[in-house]
């Protein structure tokens, strides 16, 4: 016999959805995968013990190992090309160190006298153009100063900006001078650059629009009160990289003629202190013309790798990190460089874009924040770099925590920031080991409660549900993709019975769940609704499923807490009585109730709402259910079966409906005779002695028993 205490075993159909991807317009293609819901064994059928059954996990420890694919990296190319150009660089900088010791000590200081006047200007020369070349070497200055830009400073004229030491001087001056567009203005352009996608109607285009600070920002201070453009710090790194250029070339040409000609003055057979002056000074033009030709070969190599082959938009297009992210590429090799440079050459090479990403996270810079939410967010998103990244993050606590605490940033300025934590914390969600550490984070739900925004009476109390408004994304910020965000990372959460137990706990997040599930008459039936407006009132629903379903003394607490909450079942009635078109949703709203009855407080409130046994009732005598969706029938016997037993209220509400002749005839039909014959049974047993009489009808039923009895008698005979 049927016993209203027992636990429901851990439903399945909450996990079958599909995720939500990066990009907004691809919600549609990904609500299909949505739906289709993985059907449990009902309360009523045994339950499979924990002998016969595996979990997920068990089963994955039992699969054959399987060599893991490696990895591509495709910031490799990066990091080998710092190495190379740290590698020339610093053999220069070495020469030249040399070379300013020879002239210093050895020729200004042992031959001063006697150098000829030629010589003397020349190598005098010559140190001044090291010298500043030295100083406004590009390693100190240019990659450093840029790698510091701005991303709100990243429109077309930007990317010129960034790409100075890559083209000539003659097209700078071009893209400067070059008019706007009327069809085509700055801020349009730079809004695409920031999107890191082309301009679509039905894609989320992020725009920051940057407000004024209290600070100056680097690439924007003007040296000098006039020609500002000339002088703006941005700018200045242009002028030293042509003065390098200059200075390089200058010192190619001197020390080629000096070395050619070797006029360095006659020596007379007496005049000893003049006798390895000639030696001196060749050695001195061979380093100077050495460190000179090294430095144009690094020039020339990098022209070569970044404005012919095109390695940083190369490494761009395999990342697939978008037009945006050519900022946060270049932004890696310039640090990957300057590490080469100041420490070991080989410190670049141990970089890669997702540590770097997650440095950048916990960065005090918005900016910085932004560029390593959008990698790992892409990253995240792509099948081939999702599992290494996704574990990096997951072993990484601080990382964690810090994406889990932009889930509460809600400044429109890091609207795009709080998403992509949002997106990185839904993936993470997806393997249990992962929604156990964010579960573990001490505010966490709180956080992914943050994501949840209704539009609420400021007169009800946190833990009461009034009247309520779905908030929809708006010009300024969008809420709906934070609402269905969130529902989706409650879901995963929700696998695990003990974070069920969290969630319960938290403050307001049990009836913003519920305020989700309201589904007007005009939205269910509507033949022209959207999917994305199904998907949040489906997910809601899942939740609610997987948390009316859990076991033990939390899943206990939970049925109650979520029957207490006033609209619950009203909201699930409303998507039973006009749902027919999103049959998906009745089966869910129907398991939910069927969830619910295991407590007995529970079932009197299911019951005393008015319409829902009505409702049940005629899902379950429907015969124009198609027969593809002839599951929501079974559904909704079992739910009025699991309702009528051992509830004496709930029996009578029945009888009251004067349906006994329909529950006979429906002994009659497969599909239904199993539900209907429960229903009976517990009719006759729990109605009490009031509705002995009610019952009188129910004889009708006792040939179609009968000869049902005698078919399983010699069935089990043979």
């Known amino acids: 016999m049927d016993h209203k205490g027992s636990s429901p075993t851990e439903s399945g159909g909450g996990g079958g959805g599909g995720s939500v991807h990066i990009q907004i317009s691809k919600l549609k293609s990904k609500f299909s995968d949505d739906g289709g819901e993985t ?33 591509r990296a495709p910031e490799k190319k990066l990091t080998l090309f710092a190495l190379r150009l740290a ?23 042992g031959f001063a006298i006697t150098l000829d006047k030629t010589d003397f200007w020349y190598i005098t020369v010559i140190l001044l153009i090291e010298s500043t070349r030295i ?86 201070v003007p040296l000098l009160p006039y020609a500002k453009w000339v002088f703006l710090s941005k700018n200045v790194s242009r002028v030293l990289y042509w003065l390098q250029i200059a200075s390089a070339v200058a010192c190619v040409s001197l020390s080629t003629m000096k070395l050619v000609h070797r006029n360095y003055g006659e020596v007379e057979k007496d005049q000893s202190d003049k006798r390895n002056r000639k030696a001196a000074l060749i050695i001195f033009y061979s380093l100077a013309l050495s460190e000179a030709l090294l430095f144009l070969l690094e020039k020339a190599y990098w022209e070569y790798k970044v404005s012919f082959t095109r390695l940083l938009d190369s490494v761009n297009k395999d990342c697939e990190l978008g037009v945006s992210g050519l900022v946060s590429i270049r932004r890696f090799f310039y640090d990957a460089y300057s590490r080469c440079i100041n420490g070991s050459i080989f410190d670049g090479l141990k970089m890669d874009m997702v540590s770097f990403a997650m440095e950048l996270l916990a960065s005090s810079s918005p900016d910085e924040q932004l560029i390593g939410a959008r990698i790992l967010r892409k990253f995240s998103m792509n099948p081939r770099f999702s599992e290494d990244t996704l574990q990096k993050i997951g072993i990484s606590l601080p990382v964690m925590e810090r994406l889990v605490e932009m889930l509460n940033w809600k400044d429109t300025e890091e609207e795009e920031i709080r998403y992509s934590a949002a997106e990185i914390i839904s993936k993470l969600a997806g393997k249990k080991q992962n929604s156990l550490r964010i579960a573990g984070i001490a505010g966490s739900m709180e956080s992914i409660s943050s994501l949840l925004h209704v539009s609420r009476s400021h007169s009800c109390a946190c833990d009461e549900i009034s009247e309520k408004r779905i908030i929809v994304d708006t010009e300024n910020y969008g809420s709906w993709s934070f609402n269905h965000l969130g529902l989706q990372i409650l879901k995963k959460l929700a696998r695990d019975h003990d974070i069920c137990g969290k969630i319960g706990n938290t403050k307001g997040l049990l009836p913003k769940i519920v305020d989700f599930t309201l589904a007007e008459e005009r939205l269910l039936k509507h033949p022209t609704v959207t999917p994305s407006q199904i998907v949040t009132v489906k997910r809601s629903l899942q939740v609610l499923k997987m948390l009316a379903s859990t076991a033990g003394t939390a899943g206990k607490q939970l049925r109650r807490e979520i029957s207490e909450i006033v609209f619950t079942i009203s909201y699930i009635r409303d998507i039973l009585r006009h749902g027919g078109n999103q049959p998906e949703l009745q089966i869910l709203g129907i398991e939910i109730l069927t969830s619910l009855a295991i407590e007995e407080d529970a079932t009197e409130r299911i019951g005393g709402t008015g319409g829902v046994l009505r409702v049940l009732f005629d899902i379950f005598f429907n015969d124009e259910i198609p027969e593809s969706y002839c599951h929501v029938r079974s559904c909704a016997g079992e739910a009025i079966a699991m309702l009528a037993l051992e509830s004496k209220n709930s029996c009578q509400r029945i009888l009251k409906l004067r349906i006994n002749e329909d529950l006979v005839r429906a002994l009659e039909n497969p599909l239904l005779r199993v539900n209907a014959a429960r229903i009976l049974r517990n009719l006759c047993a729990y109605s009490g002695s009031d509705g002995f009489e009610k019952l009188k009808g129910l004889t009708a039923a006792a040939p179609i028993v009968s000869l049902y009895l005698i078919f399983l008698f010699f069935f089990k005979q043979f």
């Open 87 to 109: 590698v020339l660089e610093k053999t220069a900088s070495g020469l030249g160190t040399l070379g300013f010791i020879w002239a210093t000590v050895v020729l200004l200081g």
């Open 39 to 71: 059907t449990s064994p009902t309360i009523f059928e045994p339950q499979n013990g924990s002998v016969g059954t595996k979990t997920s996990s068990t089963a994955a420890n039992e699969l054959p190992p399987t060599t893991r694919p490696s990895i």
């Open 135 to 220: 100083f406004s070497r590009s390693r100190e200055l240019e990659w450093q100063h840029q790698a510091t830009w701005t991303i709100t400073d990243v429109g077309i004229s930007s990317f010129r900006a960034i790409k100075s030491s890559s083209n000539s001087f003659i097209r700078t001056i071009k893209s400067a001078c070059r008019p706007v567009l009327p069809s085509r203005t700055g801020t349009q352009l730079h809004r695409r650059e920031l999107s890191g996608e082309k301009t679509r109607p039905d894609r989320k285009i992020w725009t920051r629009q940057k407000l004024p600070t209290r600070t100056w920002t680097s690439s924007e």
